[in-house]
């Protein structure tokens, strides 16, 4: 058997008919960026997360970056990060000329809250959490640390779609709540899109104007803005999606279950749920330390697999300017030499994952 570590065509054979009719429709309404499907899902997507506004976007990236900016946060500034992110969250805070403060990971891999505080320094402006893998961070105490401090809150969601925490949706937190609907992610659109959900009336009606060019009145422009624009057919096709996103979160629960359930290799440390918490389970992420060697074996096996992320943004060639160096961030490290992300997809067929479970078990 042949299994992809990620299979974008079975979430599309899923509810391929409704899709289909969307295209075409909005293929022959005429209108092509920012309409109204746009404005659909921006009100079913705010409806969906609890959050007052949501502002579409043209990838999650863009979310991050101008969410950032919005929020008053330039040149000089700090943002509180986790270190173990994926480097989108990093670049939308150094795009906008700030720095990233990384902080270690706890051991559900988010920001570790108990190590925010001693970071905070007069510079700092925000803090950027990243619910990695689907995963919940710990939002009483970071929430807290925020309002105590006077700091901006950043959520970083663009893994963690439906995610919950007390009941209460990511990106309803803080100020800002950014998600990227990338194909692969757990609502994923056909090509590049974002939002931004807020319940700031002031950034809802920044970021509306900025997207555009600055522009709220055609050809007059208040601010010098981006082209950061969502089309119709992207938001078409994420309407489709959105209103199965219950039917989908819960498969995915069901996946990781079962991996939780049946994996048996020794070697293994397997990804847990935080209390009062709903993970969405982006990833199904496990830890080894005989990683190399595993995934070559489950590669002969016709077992794909991936690593979310080999190298964290700190030591990254893109970041060699903030100096850092192999041991300043332990665990992060740790992290980045021991993560394995086993084949998981919308659709992944009960063979398909018996097999994977079965292989690794029989790994020695
Ligand atoms: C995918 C991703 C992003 C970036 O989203 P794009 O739509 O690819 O720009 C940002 N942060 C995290 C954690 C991601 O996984």
Not at 37 to 63: H, M, P, R
Not at 199 to 216: C, I, P, Q, T, W
Not at 304 to 325: C, D, S, W
Request: aromatic share 10%; hydrophobic share 35%; net charge negative.
């Amino acid at each position: 058997m042949k299994i992809m570590p990620n299979r974008m065509d079975y979430g599309y054979l899923k509810y391929q008919d409704e899709l289909e009719a969307k295209a075409l429709s909005v293929l022959r309404s005429g209108w092509y960026v920012l309409g109204r499907e746009v404005q659909s899902f921006e009100e079913n997507f705010a409806a969906y997360t609890g959050a007052k506004y949501c502002i579409g976007v043209a990838s999650g990236l863009d979310a991050l970056w101008i969410a950032v900016k919005l929020l008053g946060i330039g040149p000089g500034d700090e943002v509180i990060v986790q270190g173990n992110t994926y480097i989108a969250s990093v670049m939308g805070i150094t795009i906008n000329g700030a720095v990233p403060v990384f902080v270690e990971p706890d051991a559900y891999y988010q920001i570790n809250a108990d190590k925010i505080e001693e970071k905070i320094t007069g510079k700092t402006k925000a803090v950027m959490v990243v619910h990695l893998y689907g995963h919940v961070a710990d939002m009483d105490k970071i929430t807290r640390i925020c309002r105590t401090h006077g700091l901006k809150l950043i959520e970083d969601c663009a893994q963690s779609h439906g995610a919950l925490y007390k009941g209460q949706m990511t990106g309803t937190f803080g100020d800002a709540g950014c998600f990227s609907f990338y194909p692969s992610k757990n609502l994923g659109a056909f090509g590049d899109a974002g939002a931004i959900v807020t319940g700031d009336a002031r950034l809802n009606e920044d970021a509306r104007v900025f997207r555009n060019y600055g522009s709220e009145k055609r050809y007059y422009n208040k601010v010098v803005g981006a082209n950061s624009r969502l089309d119709e057919l992207q938001a078409g096709l994420l309407n489709v999606r959105l209103a199965h996103m219950e039917e989908i979160t819960r498969e995915r629960q069901e996946l990781a279950s079962v991996y939780s359930r049946e994996l048996q290799q020794k070697d293994l440390l397997l990804p847990r749920q935080r209390e009062g918490t709903r993970s969405v389970w982006h990833q199904y992420v496990v830890r080894t330390r005989r990683r190399q060697e595993l995934m070559e074996y489950l590669e002969q096996q016709g077992i794909g697999t991936l690593i979310h992320y080999p190298v964290p943004p700190h030591l990254a060639e893109a970041y060699r300017n903030l100096g850092y160096r192999k041991g300043d961030f332990p665990v992060t490290e740790e992290y980045a030499d021991t993560v394995l992300s086993l084949p998981f997809y919308t659709g992944m067929h009960p063979e398909e994952q018996q097999y994977t479970i079965d292989c690794i078990n029989s790994f020695q």
